[in-house]
């Protein structure tokens, strides 16, 4: 094949070169690997599982300052294989002690329905760029659309090992939620340079793994933030599409739920509805959010008020409202009617947007009918109860 001379060896070795070394990757992900030189450096590019752990009670013990190794808490893995296609695809190939580590508890509140969240501290942070940080927390509940269950510490300024201590609360929290959902917890860098924040780091905590009424603490290491799933015909093309911010989670059709109290006042001779609270709704203004206020209906009423809003809350997914409304009647006449309760994006100069509803009668199911059926069987007696939102679009005839 080659020349009969010295030539044909250098010919194997020009065709020996690698021409396809992988993925394109953003600037910001090469610089995260020039401050660390590990022993172990070839083990930076497998991605692994972020190491999950209850804390023994007490405090954690303070790991020594200065060395990137040992900020980093959890103990390095082993060398291991080199890397292949499918590791590559898997999107996290950056070693998550690199990037710190976030202490936090998690507490769910069965009876009332809250999950909370609180911030303890960060470790080992590594900047985007070489100074002081200035660092928020932000929260999201997976799956769902990320800005409905969005919720965030404030900023710590100018420090790599921030302290937060900060209790994020997610109200309308059931535990039929815990075996579902997965808190996503993302350190964030705010920058005076860059209009947005970045993260630095992501991880997530599948809430099936938490016991009711009992907080359990937890020291995670932070990963690189994870990638949208390609479809399978653009795995070969990888490059910076891999690399797109996955925002838009698995949504499903949820447009969150209400916190409704009903009561039958035997001394006002009525039916007192609160509308509390709506939490995750789905936001239906370009920015993200809604403008929330809640319409009451109770169906037929004739010849009475039957219909009621409560104020607007601006730009919110999670409205606190705590309005009370009475509707006068006995108790026997009152179990045949329909409350129907729904939820709206107020627009100002075009019509209102539904995002959703919940019908209380006779005839509803499960806890809608509990609901119904316990606060009109006897007097005085408050029940508060979170009820999804449906898609039903009521017939409020305005
Ligand atoms: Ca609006």
Same mark, same amino acid.
């Given at each position: 094949m080659a020349g009969a001379r010295g030539e044909k060896v250098t010919m194997q070795e020009h065709m020996a070169? #690698?021409? !396809?070394?992988?993925p394109i990757r953003p600037i910001r992900q090469i610089s995260d690997y020039f401050p660390h030189f590990y022993?172990? /450096?070839?083990? &930076?590019l497998r991605p692994r599982p972020a190491p999950l752990r209850a804390l023994p009670s007490g405090p954690a013990p303070e790991p020594a300052s200065g060395s990137p190794l040992e900020e980093a808490g959890p103990p390095a893995k082993p060398p291991g294989l080199p890397l292949g296609p499918e590791q590559e695809q898997d $999107?996290? !190939?950056?070693?998550?002690?690199?990037l710190g580590s976030l202490e936090f508890t998690l507490l769910l509140d069965q009876q009332n329905c809250v999950l909370h969240c609180t911030i303890h501290r960060a470790k080992g942070l590594k900047p985007l760029d070489s100074g002081s940080i200035d660092t928020f927390v932000k929260a999201n509940l997976l799956p769902g659309m990320s800005k409905a269950s969005q919720l965030r510490t404030r900023t710590v300024r100018?420090?790599? $090992?921030?302290?937060?201590d900060e209790t994020l609360t997610y109200h309308g929290f059931t535990c039929q939620d815990a075996g579902r959902k997965t808190l996503r917890l993302c350190v964030c860098e705010e920058s005076r340079l860059r209009r947005r924040a970045e993260p630095l780091g992501e991880l997530r905590v599948p809430l099936k793994k938490l016991a009711p009424n009992l907080t359990r603490s937890f020291d995670i290491c932070l990963e690189k933030r994870r990638l949208s799933k390609r479809p399978r015909s653009l795995d070969t093309a990888?490059?910076?599409? &891999?690399?797109?911010?996955?925002?838009?989670? /698995?949504? $499903?059709?949820e447009r969150g739920r209400i916190l409704l109290s009903l009561c039958y006042s035997s001394q006002r001779g009525g039916l007192l509805v609160g509308v509390l609270r709506c939490a995750h709704l789905a936001p239906m203004d370009a920015n993200g959010y809604s403008d929330p206020f809640v319409r009451i209906f109770l169906r037929? #009423? /004739? $010849?009475?008020?039957s219909k009621y809003k409560t104020t607007v809350r601006k730009k919110t997914l999670n409205p606190e409202f705590n309005e009370e409304f009475f509707y006068a009647g006995q108790r026997e006449e009152l179990a045949q009617k329909t409350l129907l309760v729904s939820v709206w994006d107020y627009d100002l100069g075009t019509a209102n947007d539904f995002i959703g509803g919940v019908q209380l009668s006779i #005839?509803?199911?499960g806890e809608k009918l509990r609901h119904w059926r316990e606060c009109l069987a006897r007097s005085d007696r408050r029940l508060e109860l979170w009820h999804p939102l449906d898609g039903a679009h009521p017939q409020l005839g305005d």
């Amino acid at each position: 094949m080659a020349g009969a001379r010295g030539e044909k060896v250098t010919m194997q070795e020009h065709m020996a070169i #690698n021409v !396809s070394p992988g993925p394109i990757r953003p600037i910001r992900q090469i610089s995260d690997y020039f401050p660390h030189f590990y022993p172990f /450096a070839p083990a &930076l590019l497998r991605p692994r599982p972020a190491p999950l752990r209850a804390l023994p009670s007490g405090p954690a013990p303070e790991p020594a300052s200065g060395s990137p190794l040992e900020e980093a808490g959890p103990p390095a893995k082993p060398p291991g294989l080199p890397l292949g296609p499918e590791q590559e695809q898997d $999107g996290d !190939s950056d070693d998550s002690t690199a990037l710190g580590s976030l202490e936090f508890t998690l507490l769910l509140d069965q009876q009332n329905c809250v999950l909370h969240c609180t911030i303890h501290r960060a470790k080992g942070l590594k900047p985007l760029d070489s100074g002081s940080i200035d660092t928020f927390v932000k929260a999201n509940l997976l799956p769902g659309m990320s800005k409905a269950s969005q919720l965030r510490t404030r900023t710590v300024r100018a420090s790599r $090992g921030p302290h937060w201590d900060e209790t994020l609360t997610y109200h309308g929290f059931t535990c039929q939620d815990a075996g579902r959902k997965t808190l996503r917890l993302c350190v964030c860098e705010e920058s005076r340079l860059r209009r947005r924040a970045e993260p630095l780091g992501e991880l997530r905590v599948p809430l099936k793994k938490l016991a009711p009424n009992l907080t359990r603490s937890f020291d995670i290491c932070l990963e690189k933030r994870r990638l949208s799933k390609r479809p399978r015909s653009l795995d070969t093309a990888r490059g910076m599409a &891999l690399y797109e911010e996955e925002e838009v989670e /698995a949504a $499903g059709e949820e447009r969150g739920r209400i916190l409704l109290s009903l009561c039958y006042s035997s001394q006002r001779g009525g039916l007192l509805v609160g509308v509390l609270r709506c939490a995750h709704l789905a936001p239906m203004d370009a920015n993200g959010y809604s403008d929330p206020f809640v319409r009451i209906f109770l169906r037929p #009423n /004739a $010849g009475k008020k039957s219909k009621y809003k409560t104020t607007v809350r601006k730009k919110t997914l999670n409205p606190e409202f705590n309005e009370e409304f009475f509707y006068a009647g006995q108790r026997e006449e009152l179990a045949q009617k329909t409350l129907l309760v729904s939820v709206w994006d107020y627009d100002l100069g075009t019509a209102n947007d539904f995002i959703g509803g919940v019908q209380l009668s006779i #005839n509803s199911t499960g806890e809608k009918l509990r609901h119904w059926r316990e606060c009109l069987a006897r007097s005085d007696r408050r029940l508060e109860l979170w009820h999804p939102l449906d898609g039903a679009h009521p017939q409020l005839g305005d």
